[in-house]
C-alpha cells in the first residue's frame, strides 16, 4: 500500500501494537494505585486518533476520554509555527480535581503538547502526565527549547524514539495523507 510514499519503514505494526502494550502496561499499574478513581484521558486529535483506539482498549482502569484540537492560526498563511490555539468542548467540572492523562501520537519539539499542557492546567486538575507513542530525537528547535525554557515538558511514558525524520503512518500524516498506514515510516519528501 502506497509503496512510494516511504524512504524506509522504521517501526512495522507489529512492533507499533508492543510498544502500546508497554505502555498499557505502565499507566495500567500507575493508575490502579489510585483507588479506582476517574481518570481523564485527553488526545490531542487528529495524529493521536489511532493510537488512542488501540490504548483505550487496552486499559483497566477508570477512564473519562475527551479529545481536543490544536490549530495553528498562523501555520496556514504565513508558514510560521507561533500562533497555536486549542479547540475543545471541555468543561471545568470534567477535570477541576481529576487525574489527566494527555496522549498524543509524537513528540517533537513540545510546543504542540506545551499548548495543550497550559490549557489543561488552568482547568485546575488535581494531576497532569503525558503519555505519547514517539519520542523524536532531539533536534536544534528541541535545544532552542530547553535554552529558553528550563521547564520543558516532561513526556511520563512514551513506546519508542524515532530519528529526526519526516515520518508518518500509524495515525501521524504528511500533508494530510498516510494516516492510515499501519507501520511508520520516513516519508518520500514530496514537490508542492
Not at 110 to 129: A, M, S
Request: proline share 2%; charged share 30%; hydrophobic share 40%.
Amino acid at each position: 500500500m502506497f509503496r512510494n510514499c516511504f524512504i524506509k519503514i522504521i517501526y512495522p505494526y507489529d512492533d507499533i501494537i508492543g510498544f502500546i502494550n508497554k505502555i498499557s502496561n505502565n499507566l495500567n499499574a500507575y493508575y490502579k494505585s489510585f483507588n479506582d478513581e476517574e481518570i481523564v484521558i485527553i488526545a490531542v486529535l487528529e495524529g493521536s486518533i489511532t493510537f488512542a483506539g488501540y490504548l483505550l482498549m487496552t486499559l483497566d482502569f477508570n477512564v473519562i476520554f475527551k479529545s481536543l484540537k490544536v490549530i495553528n492560526e498562523d501555520y496556514a498563511n504565513l508558514g510560521r509555527r507561533d500562533n497555536l490555539k486549542v479547540i475543545a468542548n471541555i468543561s471545568t467540572n470534567e477535570i477541576k480535581n481529576k487525574r489527566v492523562l494527555i496522549i498524543d501520537t509524537l513528540i517533537d519539539t513540545g510546543k504542540t503538547l506545551n499548548c495543550v499542557y497550559r490549557y489543561i492546567k488552568d482547568f485546575e486538575p488535581k494531576d497532569i502526565k503525558i503519555c505519547t507513542l514517539f519520542k523524536k530525537e532531539v533536534n536544534k528547535e528541541n535545544d532552542l527549547l530547553r535554552m529558553h525554557n528550563k521547564d520543558l515538558l516532561k513526556v511520563d511514558w512514551y513506546g519508542a524514539k524515532i530519528p529526526n525524520q519526516w515520518v508518518a503512518g500509524f495515525g501521524l500524516d504528511s500533508r494530510n495523507k498516510y494516516r492510515n498506514i499501519k507501520h511508520l515510516g520516513v516519508v518520500r519528501i514530496e514537490k508542492r
